[in-house]
C-alpha cells in the first residue's frame, strides 16, 4: 500500500534535497541514459549482427523490441509513479536500466540479446513519466516551462552526442561499450538521486488497476505493432488489418473499463481539459513531423551520399544540438508570453523548415541543410518544451506520472506514424518515378523488376545489377538516387502540411494550472 514519503517533521534535511535545480540535474541524468541509448544502439547494430551472427530479422528485434516495450509500458509506468512515489519508481528505472545495459553489454548470442533490450525498454519506461512527475512537483507553475526546457536541452545534448559517441566507441572499443557507459551514468545518477530527490505523495492505494493495464497494453501493442510492420509486409495487408483492428477493439474495451473502475489507470476525465487533450495531439503531429524527418534523413546522408554513421551526426548537429540551445530559449519564450503564442509560431518554422527541405537538392552541401536543420530545431524546441509543459502542468499533481506517461506515448505513437506514413509515400513515390528516371539514363527495366528494387531505393540504397559496366552503374546509381529524392522532397512537402494543421491545436492550449488550484475532474 502506497503512502506518503515526505520528511518526518523535524528531521534535519541534507543539503541540496528537494531544490529545484539539482532535482532536474539529477532526472536529466536519467534520462540521458534513454536517449543516449536509443542513438547509439543504431551505429552498434551492423558490428552486432557481425559479431553474433544475427539476422536482419534479429537486428530489427533489437530495435523494435525496446521501442515497443518502452512505447506500450510508458502510461503503466507513470500510474506506478503516482500510486507508489515518482522517487521511488525513477530510483528502480535507473537501476534497472543500468544493469540490464551491463548484461547486455556481456550478452555472447542474440536471443538474450534481444530479451534483454526488451527488458531495458520496460525500465526505461520507468524513468520517463517519473522525471516529469518530479519536476512538476519540484517547480512552481510559473518556471516550470524553464525547467523542461532545460530538461528538453538535455535530450537534445544526449541526443546529439549518441551517434557521434557510438561512431568512437564502436570503431575503437566495441559495440559492448556503447551499453557499458549506461553503468557509470546510471551509479551517478542514482547517488544524485537518493541524495537530491525528494519524494513526491503518493495516492492512497487500495489495488491496481490490472484489466485496464491489459486492456491499454495490448491496445498499444497491437497499434504500434501494426506501424511498425505496415512498411515492410503493407498496410492492406490481412496481418496488418488485424493488428489495427485488434487495437481498436482493446481500446474499446478500454475506455469501456475506465468507465466503471472505481481506481482507473488513466482517468478518461482528464481529456476533458482541452488543453491536455490539444497538448498530446499535438506531440503526435510534431513527432510525426520530427521522427519521420529525421529518420530518412539518415538514409539520405548515408544512402546518397556515403557518409559514415559518425560523419551523419557531425552533418545533423544543427538540427539535434540545435535543439539543445533553443530549447532553454523556448522555455523562457513560454514562460514570459505563454504556451500558444510560442507553439503555434514553432510549427510554422517547423513547416517553413520542411519546405526548405523538400527542394534540397542531391550534391547537396553542410551549408545547404545547415539552414533548414537549424530552423527545424528552433521550430520544434518550442512545441516540444511547450506541449509538455501544457500536458503535465494541466493535469492534477497526483496525476502527473500519468500525464507524463501520456506525454511519452504521444511522442512514441507520432514517431512510429511518421516513420511508418512518411515511408510508405516515399516508397509509392520511388515506384512512380522510377521507371522515368531509369528511362532517362536510357537504362530499360521490366515492372517486375521496378517492384523488386522500389523498396531498396526508397532507403537511399542504389541496387546496381550484378555485372554492369561502369558507365551503367554510375548512371543507375544517379537515376535511383534521384528517385529516392523525389520520394524524400513529396514526404517532406506532406510533413509541411501536416506541421501547419498542427497550428490549429495550439491555439487551444493554456498554460499549466498553479499549485493549488481546483483539479480537473478526473472520474
Known amino acids: 500500500m502506497a503512502q506518503a514519503l515526505a520528511r518526518p517533521s523535524g528531521a534535519p534535511a541534507r543539503p541540496g534535497h528537494g531544490h529545484p535545480w539539482f532535482t532536474l540535474l539529477t532526472v536529466a541524468l536519467g534520462v540521458i541514459m534513454v536517449m543516449l541509448d536509443g542513438t547509439v544502439v543504431a551505429v552498434a547494430n551492423p558490428v552486432i549482427g557481425r559479431d553474433l551472427n544475427a539476422s536482419l530479422a534479429d537486428l530489427q ?78 517547480f512552481p507553475a510559473g518556471r516550470l516551462s524553464m525547467a523542461i526546457g532545460i530538461w528538453g536541452a538535455a535530450v537534445g545534448v544526449s541526443s546529439a552526442a549518441g551517434p557521434i559517441v557510438g561512431g568512437l566507441l564502436v570503431e575503437n572499443v566495441g559495440w559492448q561499450s556503447v551499453f557499458f557507459i549506461n553503468v557509470p551514468v546510471g551509479a551517478v545518477a542514482l547517488a544524485a538521486g537518493l541524495w537530491v530527490l525528494r519524494e513526491s505523495r503518493a495516492r492512497p492505494l487500495s489495488r491496481i488497476d490490472v484489466p485496464g493495464v491489459a486492456l491499454l497494453s495490448g491496445a498499444m501493442f497491437c497499434l504500434l505493432w501494426a506501424i511498425i510492420k505496415a512498411p515492410s509486409r503493407g498496410w492492406g495487408d490481412p496481418w496488418t488489418i488485424a493488428f489495427l483492428a485488434g487495437a481498436v477493439v482493446l481500446g474499446a474495451g478500454f475506455a469501456h473499463w475506465q468507465r466503471r473502475s472505481a481506481q482507473p489507470l488513466l482517468p478518461l476525465g482528464l481529456f476533458r481539459n482541452v488543453s491536455v487533450s490539444a497538448g498530446t495531439a499535438l506531440m503526435v503531429l510534431m513527432t510525426f513531423s520530427m521522427f519521420g524527418a529525421m529518420f530518412f534523413l539518415t538514409f539520405f546522408l548515408q544512402g546518397v551520399h556515403g557518409l559514415s554513421p559518425l560523419d551523419a551526426g557531425l552533418r545533423m548537429l544543427p538540427l539535434t544540438a540545435g535543439m539543445a540551445v533553443t530549447s532553454p530559449l523556448a522555455g523562457a519564450l513560454l514562460t514570459r508570453f505563454g504556451p500558444k503564442a510560442p507553439i503555434a509560431g514553432g510549427m510554422l518554422v517547423t513547416a517553413a523548415a520542411m519546405f526548405l527541405l523538400s527542394r534540397i537538392g542531391i550534391d547537396a552541401g553542410y ?64 515506384a512512380g518515378v522510377l521507371p522515368g528516371r531509369l528511362a532517362e539514363a536510357r537504362i530499360p ?18 541496387p546496381v545489377p550484378p555485372g554492369a559496366a561502369a558507365p551503367v552503374a554510375e548512371a543507375f546509381t544517379r537515376a535511383a538516387h534521384l528517385s529516392f529524392l523525389d520520394g524524400m522532397h513529396f514526404a517532406f512537402a506532406v510533413a509541411a502540411a501536416v506541421a501547419v494543421l498542427a497550428v490549429l491545436p495550439a491555439l487551444l492550449v493554456r498554460p499549466g494550472r498553479p499549485a493549488g488550484a481546483a483539479p480537473v475532474h478526473a472520474g
Open 445 to 462: 527495366v521490366t515492372p517486375a523488376q521496378v517492384e523488386a528494387m522500389k523498396d531498396a531505393v526508397a532507403l537511399g540504397a542504389a
Open 367 to 430: 551549408a545547404d541543410t545547415a539552414v533548414p536543420f537549424a530552423l527545424l530545431a528552433a521550430g520544434l524546441s518550442p512545441v516540444m518544451v511547450g506541449a509538455t509543459e501544457v500536458i503535465v502542468g494541466n493535469a492534477p499533481e497526483e496525476l502527473s506520472g500519468v500525464a507524463g506517461g501520456m506525454q511519452q506515448s504521444a511522442m512514441q505513437v507520432g514517431g512510429a506514424l511518421g516513420t511508418a506514413v512518411l515511408g510508405a509515400l516515399i516508397t509509392a513515390e520511388v
Open 61 to 138: 528485434w533489437v530495435t523494435s523490441g525496446y521501442l515497443l516495450a518502452l512505447a506500450v509500458f510508458l502510461i503503466t509506468a507513470g500510474k506506478l509513479g503516482d500510486l507508489f512515489g515518482h522517487k521511488r519508481v525513477f530510483l528502480v528505472g535507473v537501476v534497472g536500466f543500468a544493469a540490464t545495459s551491463l548484461a547486455i553489454g556481456l550478452s555472447s548470442s542474440i536471443g538474450p540479446l534481444i530479451a534483454l533490450r526488451v527488458l531495458q525498454g520496460l525500465f526505461g519506461a520507468l524513468l520517463q513519466p517519473a522525471a516529469l512527475a518530479l519536476l512538476r512537483a519540484a
